[in-house]
């Protein structure tokens, strides 16, 4: 005699359990303010990435790195 059982509910581990809905307009409006953060931020890193000849990846320039004593 097999003994069977319920189906149980989606668990936030289960791919099931999520719902994902897309309310952002096409094309996403970006201010200059935002453009600017971004450059400034990880300019260097993005010139690295979309360099036709990448070299080496830039070093890290965070003026807070964890243990930076100003």
Do not use: C, H
């Not at 189906?7 to 409006?29: A, C, G, Q, Y």
């Not at 890193?45 to 070299?55: S, T, Y």
């Amino acid at each position: 005699m097999s003994s069977s059982r319920p189906p149980s509910k989606p668990r936030p581990s289960d791919p099931e359990f999520w719902t994902v809905e897309n309310e952002l307009p096409d094309p996403i409006p970006v201010s200059n303010a935002e453009l600017d953060a971004i450059e400034r931020y990880f300019g260097d890193l993005l010139d690295a990435v979309f360099e036709p000849k990448p070299r080496t990846m830039p070093a890290a320039t965070t003026a807070n790195q964890k243990g930076d004593k100003r």
